[in-house]
Structure formats: structure tokens, C-alpha cells
């Protein structure tokens, strides 16, 4: 299923036993639907207050309920916060997460004197004049093949791909203009991400966009593998999974 979520009003994806998550929610619906308790695998572990317009996840059933049905129904008993966007069969062997090859982020930021308040739970507001040059061009040192333990959050490792520590590949990393004036966005696609990995990569952009770091200052930070290197973590409010690469 591809799924899209405004994740304001919940603590993740994770299921929990006492909080109220994506995972949870909708295994719960799934549960009314066919009476079994399935066991939904999404692509990633999104935090508390960040949204998705692409998760991908998946799960297996016995029941013959077609996929369109599977669509509306679960549309039909969701909170208005969590969409079901497609529904499709797979093959046995497919998993949401270890099947895939990449994500791609968006991050959103403003920077105008005032956001608007329809604005304040998708967009990260900076009230300062930020230098997108240098951002830029910080940005440019982390596509690539590096070990991203400055930019990880705790407990943030994936026992199933362990093996691999904190490296992990960058294929895009860059800022656009959405709007012109004062709306942009980050976007960064890579085979895997830590824990707060965009959002500790868009704070610490966000201190070169400030002068309190220079560009070429990010390449010490990753080679440093220290995450107090780094700079701060920017908020869950801007961060949304755009899409989930499978082959």
C-alpha cells in the first residue's frame, strides 16, 4: 500500500502499546476489515510530528477483499489524517523496507517575517536572513559514500542492516525555491537514513545559512564522526517522506 500521512497528532510510525502511531492505527483498521491481525512492515520508522506523502508498507492476508476494496474501505474507517493513495499485490518475497533502494525527503522552510498559521505544521519557519549560497554549497559535500554518525540520533540502527554501521549513500542533496521570496525546500534521496539524519543535516545547513559555520566546514563534520560536530536538529513539523525507490 502506498499510504500519506499528516503525522502532527501522532508519536510515529512505530507502533507503541500506550501512544497512538501510524502503524497502529492502521493495523487496527486493518483488523476490523478482515478479522486477522495483520502485521503491517512500513519502509521506515518516521518520528513523532513528521508526515508522509509516500509511504510505501505492506502486509499479508488471507482474506480475498480486492485491492480497490482494501482502498476504500480502510479510507472509509482511517482518521482524516492517514489516506490510503494505492493498493496493489505483491510477491511473497516483497518487504516495504528491505526491498527498497532509496528515499527521497523534502524538508520545508520559511523565512519570512511572519508564517502563516495554516503553515505552522508543514513548514519549519526561521525568522532570519539566511545565506542559500552558502547552504548550497554545503550541501555539496554530502552526496556520496560517507559514515553519517555525526548526523545521527540515538537508537537510531536498524538491527537488519547492522552490518553497515552509519554509512550510508547520498544521491541528491539540494535546496530549491519553492515560492519565490521565502518558501524552499531540501530535498535529499539516499539507499537508507538514521535517526534524525535530514533533520540534523538541515540544522546544521541552516547554522552555514546563519554564518555560524562555513561551507567547507560540513566535510569536517562528517569525517569528525561525532555528533556533537554537527549542529542542532531541525523540527519534525518541516520533514515529509516524499517516496519510497523500489526496482
Wanted: glycine share 12%; proline share 4%.
Amino acid at each position: 500500500m502506498l499510504l500519506a500521512f499528516d503525522g502532527t497528532d501522532y508519536v510515529g510510525w512505530q507502533k507503541q502499546k500506550s501512544q497512538k502511531t501510524i502503524q497502529g492505527v492502521v493495523e487496527d483498521r486493518l483488523h476490523v476489515m478482515t478479522g486477522e491481525l495483520p502485521r503491517l512492515h512500513g519502509a521506515g520508522r518516521t518520528d513523532a510530528g513528521v508526515h508522509a506523502l509516500g509511504m510505501a508498507a505492506n502486509f499479508a492476508t488471507w482474506t480475498e477483499i480486492p485491492c480497490q476494496g482494501f482502498i476504500k474501505g480502510l479510507n472509509s474507517l482511517l482518521p482524516d489524517a492517514i489516506r490510503v493513495l494505492e493498493a496493489t499485490e505483491v510477491a511473497a518475497g516483497f518487504h516495504a523496507r528491505r526491498s527498497a533502494k532509496a528515499k527521497t525527503y523534502w524538508y520545508n522552510l520559511t523565512n519570512g517575517p511572519v508564517q502563516l498559521p495554516t503553515e505552522r505544521l508543514y513548514w519549519h519557519h526561521i525568522f532570519a536572513e539566511l545565506d542559500f549560497g552558502a547552504i548550497k554549497a554545503g550541501l555539496e559535500h554530502v552526496p556520496g559514500v560517507h559514515d553519517f554518525s555525526s548526523f545521527e540520533g540515538a537508537g537510531s540502527r536498524d538491527p537488519a542492516f547492522a552490518g553497515r554501521g552509519a554509512v550510508r549513500t547520498i544521491f541528491e542533496a539540494g535546496l530549491y525555491t519553492i515560492r519565490a521570496g521565502n518558501h524552499h525546500r531540501f530535498v535529499i534521496t539516499g539507499d537508507g537514513f538514521l535517526r534524525h539524519m535530514v533533520r540534523n543535516i538541515v540544522g546544521t545547513m541552516l547554522e552555514v545559512g546563519l554564518g555560524k559555520l562555513a561551507s567547507p566546514e560540513v566535510a569536517a563534520i562528517l569525517a569528525a564522526k561525532d555528533r556533537s560536530a554537527a549542529g542542532p536538529t531541525a523540527p519534525a513539523c518541516g520533514l515529509f517522506l516524499k517516496e519510497v525507490h523500489y526496482s
